[in-house]
Structures are given as structure tokens and as C-alpha cells.
T-cell receptor
Framework: DAKTTQPTSMDCAEGRAANLPCNHSTISGNEYVYWYRQIHSQGPQYIIHGLKNNETNEMASLIITEDRKSSTLILPHATLRDTAVYYCIVRASGAGSYQLTFGKGTKLSVIP | GAGVSQSPSNKVTEKGKDVELRCDPISGHTALYWYRQSLGQGLEFLIYFQGNSAPDKSGLPSDRFSAERTGGSVSTLTIQRTQQEDSAVYLC???????????FGPGTRLTVL
């Protein structure tokens, strides 16, 4: 699976949009971009994933650049409960690709 | 509905003892995974079960580690002759198939003294 690069930490004011970037310049055609988060002392939580098109669900939006070399996770109205480590993962769709490989992620702190 | 559950939530054991960690996946999920997370580190894949297929044990760090999944549902991860470096949070996840999003349990925090 392709490697990802994320900032170590970010702050966001409560109620504002949190934009978390991820670089995956070596992504290949059959690899999806997944985002998970891990709130302190809890198991990881799936947020969203996409291949080429932008995606939106009840938690977040995922914007993938046209060349697919980077993406941005957007939490439209961050709350204190969104404070967590956010992991960007690139994962192929074929057999044997079920493992999730988490890097260090971005520690997002939502400030009151 | 009920999510993935794990027990115990915390386990403290002495070096050399055996431990068993339990995972109850979401009902109907055919895929089950075990990971571990050491302090401040990312997830380390351990083992993967999919339906009745032979499990992928490629992530198990040594032969002291083993896992079973009975009846395609509950799974038990066993660590024999525990060592201090086994101390970590052991996470279980399940999904509807090996390619779909994984739902994680709260983890078992294992401390080996």
C-alpha cells in the first residue's frame, strides 16, 4: 500500500471547519483513500473513504485532488468531541488488502 | 445495534503466564481482525479471519501467539508465556467482508509485569 504523509498536529476552533490534509503521491489506480480516527482510549472509528470522486457522509467530507496525490478530510463544524488522532490510509481493493496500516496520523485538538 | 465487544477491558498479568483475550464481532460480519497498538504507536496487524477460509496469521509476532474463531463468530487471542514486550492494547475489528470498512472494539489493555 502507498505511504501517506500527514501533519503531526493541528488546532481548530470549536464550530469552525477542520481541514485535515494528507499526501499520498505514490498512490496507484486501484487504491482507495480511507480515513479513520481514534479518540483517546478508544478503538479506531471509520469516517469515510473514496477512490476518485469527492465523498460526503454524516460525519465528514473527503476531497481528493484530480491527480489523486493528495486529499483533505473536512469536518464542517468541529466540536470538542472531534478531538482525536486522524489517520489517512491508502488501501488497495484487491485480495490480501484487508490489513489497515496506520501511521502516526494528525492529532486534532478542537479548542473551545 | 451492538458494536464489537472485547473482554476483559484491562488485564494485568505476570511475565510467563498465559492470557486469553476475547472478541465478539458485530452479528453477521464474516471478517474479523486482531491488531495491537503499543503506547504511542500505530496499529500492528496480527491475524485475519474470513468466513470458513484459513486465517491469515502472517502478522503474529511469534509462536506464543495464536487465535481461534469458533462458529464463525467469537474469537479468542491467546498469548502464551507472556513477556513484557507483549504489553499493548489489543484491538479487534470486524467487517462485512475483507474489503469493507472495519468496525473496532474498545480494545483490551494488557500489562505484563
Amino acid at each position: 500500500d502507498a505511504k501517506t504523509t500527514q501533519p503531526t498536529s493541528m488546532d481548530c476552533a470549536e464550530g469552525r471547519a477542520a481541514n485535515l490534509p494528507c499526501n499520498h503521491s505514490t498512490i496507484s489506480g486501484n487504491e482507495y483513500v480511507y480515513w479513520y480516527r481514534q479518540i483517546h482510549s478508544q478503538g479506531p472509528q471509520y469516517i469515510i473513504h473514496g477512490l476518485k470522486n469527492n465523498e460526503t457522509n454524516e460525519m465528514a467530507s473527503l476531497i481528493i485532488t484530480e491527480d489523486r496525490k493528495s486529499s483533505t478530510l473536512i469536518l464542517p463544524h468541529a466540536t470538542l468531541r472531534d478531538t482525536a488522532v486522524y489517520y489517512c490510509i491508502v488501501r488497495a481493493s484487491g485480495a490480501g488488502s484487508y490489513q489497515l496500516t496506520f501511521g502516526k496520523g494528525t492529532k486534532l485538538s478542537v479548542i473551545p | 445495534g451492538a458494536g464489537v465487544s472485547q473482554s476483559p477491558s484491562n488485564k494485568v498479568t505476570e511475565k510467563g503466564k498465559d492470557v486469553e483475550l476475547r472478541c465478539d464481532p458485530i452479528s453477521g460480519h464474516t471478517a474479523l481482525y486482531w491488531y495491537r497498538q503499543s503506547l504511542g504507536q500505530g496499529l500492528e496487524f496480527l491475524i485475519y479471519f474470513q468466513g470458513n477460509s484459513a486465517p491469515d496469521k502472517s502478522g503474529l509476532p511469534s509462536d506464543r501467539f495464536s487465535a481461534e474463531r469458533t462458529g464463525g463468530s467469537v474469537s479468542t487471542l491467546t498469548i502464551q508465556r507472556t513477556q513484557q514486550e507483549d504489553s499493548a492494547v489489543y484491538l479487534c475489528a470486524s467487517s462485512t467482508s475483507g474489503l469493507n470498512e472495519q468496525f473496532f472494539g474498545p480494545g483490551t489493555r494488557l500489562t505484563v509485569l
